[in-house]
């Protein structure tokens, strides 16, 4: 006779067997002997998106315990389905790394998260190369109607260079990416202030007649404050008529005076606004992105963090407006970038897969710390989630619609300790 509790099992098994076999591709698994019930020691599942490497580039990833000891390891490919399991390990959270070899396998980077628990699906950090944006159209505009006194600037939708300024006698050439296109163009006066805008559709490669009295849409002005003491800062608003589908440069400011930016940017007409904030002095520098007329502002971070190197653990304590600090440490040949949660806590050295033991991945004293926090996750654990939902892990907080800051120390500190920091930006909204 078969138990219920006996069917029960072989029913486990089975849908174990299924999950692990399901799917375009065989998964890749960790290279451990088969256990009878595999479906209760998986630890991470991984599908690679199918352009995650780029030609040359050969990528790792792997599990370690809170010592630094290697659980399970796989090299993947493109395409591939992973699952990473043990059947000794009897924790719930661990540290991954993914490795990445550049360069002829002669150089190494390595991204840890701390804190990942048992049983997470995960998505890989895809290796970016950048591409140059293809503009293959030209507009030849010639222009009627211009006020005098008045100077003129213009934007074709989804170009990445802020302003062009319009000799109006002369008319003015712009590079397009579609065809036909749309184009912003703003009015400023003797003093270099906005005061109207206006849109025009339909704009095609070749000749294009523009009259100068249809920019005659009202513009919002306004003062932002900027903290004190800084360097350089600068503010940039993109403009989306139709929710993201393309966008104008508005307004771009790196000049500011005692009393901050005085910016102007259009009220109607735009479903949603995008905000780039940067500013920086000899201890800091600030980044902000932030979307919807709400998001036009300049925020600060408020951050207390204590991170101390004694020759074998980082042991570090952070507390502040942020979800996590990302520290670099680099060595010949190794880039290796640790994700922490806030709070207390220690990163110890990391065993390496056996093909990559030639590396040497031991801690150092950090030489680069960035906190982050992103403004609609209120934990380490919501961040965990919204990696495991994402198209390219960490890169994905840069994709339009998510409000995030991040604020990376400059100040270095050549001795086993760094000192604790303190740092309360003034509030400025």
Same mark, same amino acid.
């Given at each position: 006779?078969?138990?219920?509790? =006996?069917?029960?099992?072989?029913?486990?098994?089975?849908?174990? /067997?299924?999950? %692990?076999?399901?799917?375009?591709?065989?998964?890749?698994?960790?290279?451990?002997?088969?256990?009878?019930?595999?479906?209760?020691?998986?630890?991470?599942?991984?599908?690679?998106?199918?352009?995650?490497? $780029?030609?040359?580039?050969?990528?790792?990833?792997?599990?370690?315990?809170?010592?630094? &000891?290697?659980?399970?390891?796989?090299? +993947?490919?493109?395409?591939? &389905?992973?699952?990473?399991?043990?059947?000794?390990? @009897?924790?719930?959270?661990?540290?991954?790394?993914?490795?990445?070899?550049?360069?002829?396998?002669?150089?190494?980077?390595?991204? =840890?998260?701390?804190?990942?628990?048992?049983?997470?699906?995960?998505?890989?950090?895809?290796?970016?190369?950048?591409?140059?944006?293809?503009?293959?159209?030209? $507009?030849?505009?010639?222009?009627?109607?211009?006020?005098?006194? /008045?100077?003129?600037?213009?934007?074709?939708?989804?170009?990445?260079?802020?302003?062009?300024?319009?000799?109006?006698?002369?008319?003015?050439? =712009?590079?397009?990416?579609?065809?036909?296109?749309?184009?912003?163009?703003?009015?400023? #006066?003797?003093?270099?202030?906005?005061?109207?805008?206006?849109?025009?559709?339909?704009?095609?490669?070749?000749?294009?007649?523009?009259?100068?009295?249809?920019?005659?849409?009202?513009?919002?002005?306004?003062?932002? /404050?900027?903290?004190? &003491?800084?360097?350089?800062?600068?503010?940039?608003?993109?403009?989306?008529?139709?929710?993201?589908?393309?966008?104008?440069?508005?307004?771009?400011?790196?000049?500011?005076?005692?009393?901050?930016?005085?910016?102007?940017?259009?009220?109607?007409?735009? &479903?949603? !606004?995008?905000?780039?904030? +940067?500013?920086?002095?000899?201890?800091?520098? !600030?980044?902000?992105?932030?979307?919807? @007329?709400?998001?036009?502002?300049?925020?600060?971070?408020?951050?207390? +963090?204590? %991170?101390?190197?004694?020759?074998?653990?980082?042991? !570090?304590?952070?507390?502040?407006?942020?979800?996590?600090?990302?520290?670099?440490?680099?060595? @010949?040949?190794?880039?290796?970038?640790? %994700?922490?949660?806030?709070?207390?806590?220690?990163?110890?050295?990391?065993?390496?897969?056996?093909? %990559?033991?030639?590396?040497? $991945?031991?801690?150092?004293?950090?030489?680069?710390?960035?906190?982050?926090?992103?403004?609609?996750?209120?934990?380490?654990?919501?961040?965990?989630?919204?990696?495991?939902?994402?198209? #390219?892990?960490?890169?994905?907080?840069?994709?339009?619609?998510?409000?995030?800051?991040?604020?990376?120390?400059?100040?270095?500190?050549?001795?086993?300790?760094?000192?604790?920091?303190?740092?309360?930006?003034?509030?400025?909204?």
């Amino acid at each position: 006779m078969i138990y219920p509790n =006996t069917i029960l099992r072989l029913l486990i098994v089975c849908l174990a /067997a299924c999950l %692990l076999s399901c799917g375009d591709d065989d998964p890749v698994i960790s290279d451990e002997p088969q256990i009878e019930n595999p479906i209760d020691s998986v630890l991470v599942s991984i599908k690679v998106q199918g352009d995650n490497l $780029a030609e040359g580039i050969r990528g790792f990833v792997f599990l370690s315990d809170v010592t630094g &000891s290697l659980i399970a390891s796989s090299e +993947y490919s493109n395409g591939d &389905s992973v699952v990473l399991y043990s059947s000794q390990f @009897e924790g719930s959270e661990f540290y991954l790394s993914q490795g990445l070899l550049y360069n002829n396998g002669e150089e190494l980077e390595i991204i =840890t998260y701390a804190k990942v628990n048992k049983g997470r699906k995960w998505v890989l950090y895809k290796v970016y190369t950048s591409e140059e944006s293809e503009y293959p159209y030209r $507009a030849d505009l010639k222009f009627q109607n211009a006020k005098e006194g /008045a100077s003129y600037r213009v934007s074709a939708h989804d170009q990445s260079i802020s302003y062009f300024g319009v000799n109006v006698e002369n008319g003015y050439n =712009t590079d397009l990416k579609t065809n036909p296109s749309d184009i912003y163009i703003v009015e400023s #006066n003797d003093q270099d202030q906005f005061v109207k805008y206006g849109v025009f559709t339909e704009i095609t490669e070749g000749d294009n007649l523009v009259d100068l009295r249809l920019v005659n849409n009202d513009i919002v002005s306004k003062t932002l /404050a900027i903290p004190e &003491s800084l360097n350089v800062a600068t503010i940039g608003i993109r403009a989306y008529p139709n929710s993201f589908n393309s966008g104008f440069y508005v307004c771009f400011r790196d000049q500011f005076t005692e009393e901050g930016f005085n910016i102007s940017y259009p009220k109607e007409g735009f &479903s949603d !606004y995008y905000t780039q904030v +940067y500013y920086e002095n000899d201890k800091f520098e !600030y980044g902000q992105r932030t979307y919807g @007329e709400d998001g036009i502002y300049i925020g600060t971070m408020n951050y207390d +963090y204590d %991170l101390m190197y004694d020759g074998e653990v980082i042991t !570090y304590s952070v507390s502040g407006d942020l979800d996590f600090m990302i520290f670099d440490i680099e060595k @010949e040949n190794v880039y290796h970038t640790w %994700l922490v949660p806030f709070g207390e806590g220690k990163v110890v050295s990391l065993e390496l897969p056996q093909v %990559l033991t030639n590396f040497d $991945a031991s801690l150092n004293q950090p030489g680069y710390i960035n906190f982050r926090n992103i403004l609609d996750i209120h934990t380490y654990s919501e961040w965990l989630d919204f990696i495991s939902k994402s198209d #390219n892990n960490l890169m994905d907080i840069f994709e339009l619609g998510l409000d995030f800051q991040e604020l990376s120390i400059k100040e270095e500190n050549s001795g086993g300790k760094l000192n604790n920091r303190r740092g309360k930006l003034p509030i400025i909204l």
